[in-house]
């Protein structure tokens, strides 16, 4: 009989673990790891070998209040041009250490919303990447954008400068999920934002959609995901809503609020998730869909999706480079974080000749075999855990360490374990992070390190 995940064991693995999105995790990162080894590690990188860029536009027009991302909201045009300059610069910094021109196959611009770039710095910092770096002809080139605030200029300017996908924050279209969250958008606004970029010849196109807001119920969420459904974006990232208020003080503006509480929050996920499928998406990993003909699919199928701190990923490249305010820059020797706020950001680019890195964190052989563990299971929900040890040579009674965690969500369904190979089962996708527990060696629970699971 297929075993059901039932109230219980939900509330056994409701506690508040990582996303995965690197290991170690950021909660690893250190003072001492620091500009040199960015430095060091940068230098010995393949010549050959493409890289990523990210680049962080921490402003906003409008506060969310449930937004768990560096964010602020700035109006001053004069702040956000002095903002893309100092990019520029970095960029030329990053490109001076590097020494060569290396290839570039995607770039993300995330924030924040990055379109609060004036189109004018928009122009300068893509430029400035075209003639710093060799921007491969199929790069993928994305952007983060607000349906709100989006001019039909910017949406022009998008494909003139490269840009090939575009993602919109929607969260959710109930106009009392969106009053309680101070971001109302209406579905035809979402809606016609999409068909603007669909005119501009911008191919693909994602939204991201939350659950567990304030107000949110089943029947609410499922009206946004039958809405949503009908505009057929490429791909949609549905996230839970992170409660993280001793990071992020304007989610204090939400008490009050009534938050669904996890069996109402695993409904909604497996409303939308039901909906999603039926429609002809694809599931991918844990909170990822596409369409068939989308990358994150067809990657999916080949095997070859990764995650990153954008969550699941096509790209194949082995280092993502962060340029901006709190950016995150990952190596295979090492994770890198620049100055979280802006005005910390500012104050580091004013010393010339280093790059703005405030922490980070070496990653050792057995920190990248666990990696590889954590990242297949959650992008293939598959692995060989033998042939992992044998492949970086790593102790062999880790083998009996692993399979002794993992029995527990052997025994709820969530997993099966044949041939020291372990299978994530459909019951067990949603848990994707709790079972990847397992394999974080440095993990401790705490109440205010990340946020809720499910
Ligand atoms: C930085 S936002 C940018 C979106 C875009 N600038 C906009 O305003 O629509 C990126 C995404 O992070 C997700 N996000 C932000 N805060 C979150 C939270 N507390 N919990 C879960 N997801 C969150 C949302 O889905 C959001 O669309």
């Known amino acids: 009989m297929k075993p059901e995940v039932s109230f219980d064991r939900l509330a056994r693995y409701e506690g508040n673990v990582p996303r995965y999105t690197s290991y170690p995790t950021a909660v690893q990162f250190e003072e001492r790891v620091g500009f040199n080894e960015y430095k060091h590690w940068l230098q010995a990188f393949p010549e050959e070998e493409p890289v990523s860029l990210y680049i962080h536009v921490p402003f906003c027009d409008e506060l969310c209040k449930f ?104 969260q959710d279209i109930a106009p009392e999920v969106q009053k309680a969250c101070g971001r109302i958008q209406s579905f035809e606004m979402i809606s016609d934002c999409i068909d603007r970029v669909r005119q501009k010849n911008i191919k693909s196109v994602n939204c991201d959609l939350i659950y567990g807001l304030p107000n949110q119920t089943a029947a609410s969420v499922r009206e946004t995901i039958d809405a949503i459904v009908t505009l057929r974006p490429d791909r949609l990232a549905v996230f839970g809503y992170a409660h993280v208020p001793w990071k992020f003080k304007r989610q204090t503006l939400l008490e009050g609020e009534i938050l669904p509480n996890p069996a109402e929050r695993f409904e909604q996920r497996q409303i939308i998730d039901e909906v999603l499928k039926k429609a002809g998406y694809r599931v991918i990993g844990f909170d990822h869909y596409a369409l068939p003909h989308d990358s994150m699919s067809k990657a999916m199928e080949k095997g070859a999706l990764h995650r990153n701190f954008q969550g699941y990923t096509v790209d194949q490249a082995k280092a993502l480079l962060g340029v ?80 002794k965690k993992l029995r527990c969500f052997e025994e709820d369904g969530l997993v099966i374990i044949r041939n020291n190979e372990i299978t994530v089962t459909e019951e067990g996708r949603p848990f994707l992070r709790n079972i990847a527990v397992v394999f974080d060696a440095y993990y401790r629970a705490a109440p205010h390190r990340h946020a809720q699971a499910i």
């Not at 570039?104 to 893509?126: C, D, R, Y």
């Not at 620049?338 to 980070?360: C, E, H, T, W």
């Open 67 to 170: 937004c768990a991302c560096n964010t602020q909201v700035v109006h001053q045009v004069n702040v956000r041009v002095a903002y893309g300059n100092l990019l520029c610069d970095e960029l030329k910094r990053l490109a001076t250490l590097l020494k060569s021109r290396r290839k570039v196959s995607f770039v993300h611009f995330g924030g924040g919303t990055p379109t609060t770039l004036p189109i004018e710095a928009m122009k300068k910092v893509m430029s400035t990447i075209r003639s710093l770096f060799y921007v491969q002809q199929d790069a993928d080139i994305s952007i983060e954008l607000d349906p709100r605030h989006i001019s039909e200029d910017y949406l022009v300017l998008l494909p003139s400068v490269g840009f090939t996908r575009v993602s919109l924050g929607v």
């Open 324 to 403: 901006g305010a709190s950016s995150i820059s990952i190596l295979p020797q090492g994770i890198f974080q620049n100055q979280p706020s802006s005005y910390g950001y500012q104050k580091a680019m004013q010393q010339l000749d280093i790059l703005p890195v405030v922490r980070g964190v070496q990653r050792s052989t057995a920190d990248l075999f666990r990696w590889e563990i954590i990242e297949r299971l959650m992008c293939d929900l598959h692995v060989d855990l033998k042939k992992m040890i044998g492949q970086y040579k790593q102790d062999p009674s880790l083998l009996g360490e692993f399979l």
